[in-house]
């Protein structure tokens, strides 16, 4: 049998070259086919709903309180921050290198303000805020930050202020957005610094504004 096909090719080369190059050609080009990369995983960005909540408490007994959807993960720091990502391995990545953000990964931290411990009365506002959360983002020698203009949005009945941007270092890049939300009856802000992989982040954007909408500043008396 193998025979009879080795002399089949030689028959189709010797009667004609030009089909046979062809032959050659579509065979490649079904391996190369065969060996193409996958197709990228879609991003799912899940509802607010159903949601679960996470609580934290810093050093004076300010509590802080919010929602975020009952598939991603939220883990309470020892200084009252919350650390959100939607993976696992996100969680780790922004533990460790924010660069190594897989694609379809958002990771970040969520601290808390309390405008009271604001020294000047003057600067107790969103946009003071902002400028404080994203001068965390460039404090760093080797990191460049590039972000665009504030925009101011209303939810749940809380301001906020959001920006979004990228961080670069040597070759690589992640992209961020920072949210900044106030609690006007306890008098309390949030900081919400938060990654994921270039291209995605805006998608994201809309529920972590309702995460945002979520936040709760409670004063302990």
């Given at each position: 049998?193998?025979?009879?096909?080795?002399?089949?090719?030689?028959?189709?080369?010797k009667g004609?070259?030009?089909?046979?190059i062809r032959?050659?050609?579509?065979?490649?080009?079904?391996?190369?086919?065969?060996?193409?990369?996958?197709?990228?995983?879609?991003?799912?960005?899940?509802?607010?709903?159903?949601?679960?909540?996470?609580?934290?408490?810093?050093?004076?007994?300010?509590?802080?309180?919010?929602?975020?959807?009952?598939?991603?993960?939220?883990?309470?720091?020892?200084?009252?921050?919350?650390?959100?990502?939607?993976?696992?391995?996100?969680?780790?990545?922004?533990?460790?290198?924010?660069?190594?953000?897989?694609?379809?990964?958002?990771?970040?931290?969520?601290?808390?303000?309390?405008?009271?411990?604001?020294?000047?009365?003057?600067?107790?506002?969103l946009e003071?805020?902002?400028?404080?959360?994203?001068?965390?983002?460039?404090?760093?020698?080797?990191?460049?930050?590039?972000?665009?203009?504030?925009?101011?949005?209303?939810?749940?009945?809380?301001?906020?202020?959001?920006?979004?941007?990228?961080?670069?270092?040597?070759?690589?890049?992640?992209?961020?957005?920072?949210?900044?939300?106030?609690?006007?009856?306890?008098?309390?802000?949030?900081?919400?610094?938060?990654?994921?992989?270039?291209?995605?982040?805006?998608?994201?954007?809309?529920?972590?504004?309702?995460?945002?909408?979520?936040?709760?500043?409670?004063?302990?008396?």
């Open positions: 049998m193998q025979n009879n096909h080795r002399d089949g090719i030689l028959r189709l080369y004609n070259k030009g089909a046979y032959a050659l050609i579509i065979l490649l080009l079904m391996m190369l086919g065969a060996c193409a990369t996958p197709t990228p995983e879609v991003l799912i960005i899940p509802n607010l709903d159903p949601s679960q909540t996470v609580s934290a408490t810093d050093f004076q007994g300010r509590v802080m309180r919010l929602s975020y959807p009952e598939s991603w993960l939220a883990r309470v720091g020892n200084k009252g921050e919350i650390v959100l990502a939607n993976r696992q391995n996100a969680l780790g990545a922004w533990d460790i290198n924010i660069f190594s953000l897989r694609a379809g990964e958002m990771a970040g931290v969520i601290a808390a303000i309390d405008e009271e411990s604001i020294e000047n009365s003057w600067e107790r506002n003071t805020m902002m400028s404080r959360s994203r001068a965390e983002m460039t404090g760093y020698q080797d990191m460049r930050a590039q972000f665009t203009g504030n925009e101011a949005f209303t939810i749940n009945g809380r301001d906020g202020l959001i920006t979004n941007g990228t961080l670069t270092r040597d070759e690589l890049v992640v992209e961020v957005v920072i949210i900044v939300v106030y609690d006007e009856e306890d008098g309390g802000y949030a900081s919400m610094i938060l990654g994921a992989s270039v291209g995605e982040m805006r998608l994201f954007e809309p529920l972590l504004m309702e995460i945002a909408g979520t936040f709760d500043f409670i004063r302990q008396s």
